[in-house]
């Protein structure tokens, strides 16, 4: 976690139209980011899921279908070469 908030910009996740648009910093190609995004719900573990990290841009669209009102814990855990970030935000959709 520590090493994102070190970059110059970290990820930033926010609700557009579409559903949520999470950012990953412009600072690094978006090819050579991997990694996993993770929703729980507290209320409701059966509607979990995970999604691998496949850019094209640095931005990542998850669409609003796949999200249901409420409050979730997002877990992005990404790398870029040998190096890991961590990003956790707890958020109401």
């Not at 996993?36 to 691998?52: C, G, M, V, Y």
């Not at 094209?56 to 009102?69: A, G, P, Q, R, S």
Request: net charge negative; glycine share 4%.
């Amino acid at each position: 976690e520590n090493k994102g908030i070190a970059l110059n910009e970290n990820v930033i996740v926010k609700k557009v139209t579409e559903g949520l648009l999470i950012t990953f910093p412009k600072e690094f190609n978006p090819s050579d980011i991997t990694g996993t995004i993770s929703f729980k719900r507290l209320s409701n573990d059966k509607i979990d899921f995970n999604e691998p990290i496949k850019l094209v841009t640095n931005e990542f669209l998850i669409k609003d279908e796949n999200l249901v009102e409420g409050r979730w814990d997002v877990k992005i855990e990404w790398s870029v070469f040998d190096d890991t970030y961590l990003f956790k935000e707890k958020l109401m959709y």
